[in-house]
């Protein structure tokens, strides 16, 4: 005996929808595609009852063909598993859910050619903005990205940047330099002269300016910059630096800034392994108060940076089409003074 078997059917469409609903094609694809018409909340209600009871996914690629740009939001990030981009990538997912939004993530590796290609490939998407969260490289290493993004707003996308703007950018505030620069004037006030500042390479603007600001606050509390040792922007950059200024016979009373926190946590590994202390022998901060460098012992020094904050303006900027940049001031950032630091007499 043969089995029968109930014809297999095909996804709901729109027009499905709109029938289950019984509203018309126009209402149901306004409620379901994100006009910025307004629909009565009881045939929005009605709709979106029958598009979650019918199982209907709207057609990405579809409504970008119609809008020319998609429901996407495209986050750059240079390292994913770098607790900073979590934080920040949080707060552009929260914005983007209240929007109606995806977030797609994309990882550079701090390659500024990657992150040329990579803009590349997203413009297939259409996404509605592109946000560049790695840090910005300035040099020859960055040849075609202004090609590209310019490109991207052509095809009717917004491009925002983390701190200083590019051409045609729209730029969410944050004042490396000036957190930097409070930073050193509040450590030369607690009595530290020397410091040896760990970067990454030359030419990455997030780096050099909190490099200037350092130095800038630094050195007009009293305080003198020993050296200053490029590397990277990771823990593992942090912890090599540090090895080396050690064995070389880092004196005590050392104050070595990490450019971030993730390598001054490095850093401070660095030196535990070399059989020092950490705060009463070689002092340490960082930057940007992710939460691990609250909870290790002793704690660490850093400039908070509202990470989420920064992330949710992002979004924000990416996708309104009437934001206001004099509404959105660069956020607020404050020394935080802990353990890995000591007063010095």
Known sequence: MSETHAPTRGAATLHDVAREAGVSLATASRVLNGSTRKVAESYRERVETAAEKLGYTANLSAQATARGTSAIVALLVADIA???FGQLASGVARGADEAGLVVTIAITERDP????????????????GLILAASRT????????????DAFAGMGGRVVVLGQGG??????????????????????????????????????RTSDDRIAGFTEGFTAGGGTIDAVRRGGFTRDAGYTTAQELLEAGL???????????????????????????????IAVA????????????????????PLEDL????????VEADWDPEADPPLPLEVIVRGSTPPRS
């Open 82 to 84: 770098d607790p900073y």
């Open 167 to 204: 051409d045609g950018a729209r730029s969410v505030g944050l004042d490396n330099r000036g957190g930097a620069k409070s930073l050193g004037a509040e450590l030369a006030g607690l009595g530290y002269r020397d410091a040896v500042i760990v970067a990454a390479a030359e030419g990455i």
């Open 113 to 128: 050619q990657r992150e040329v290609r990579l803009v590349r490939a997203l413009r297939g998407q259409r996404p509605r």
């Open 311 to 318: 992330g949710y303006r992002a979004l924000h900027a990416a």
């Open 251 to 281: 004196p005590a009373g050392t104050l070595v800034f990490g450019v971030s926190d993730v390598v001054a946590i490095g850093i401070m590994s660095a030196v535990r392994d070399a059989g020092r202390q950490v705060g009463t022998d």
């Open 286 to 305: 960082g930057f940007d108060d992710i939460a691990t460098g609250r909870d290790i012992r002793p704690g660490l020094t850093t400039v908070r940076v």
């Open 138 to 149: 300035d040099g020859p290493d960055a040849v075609g990205l202004q090609a590209e993004l």
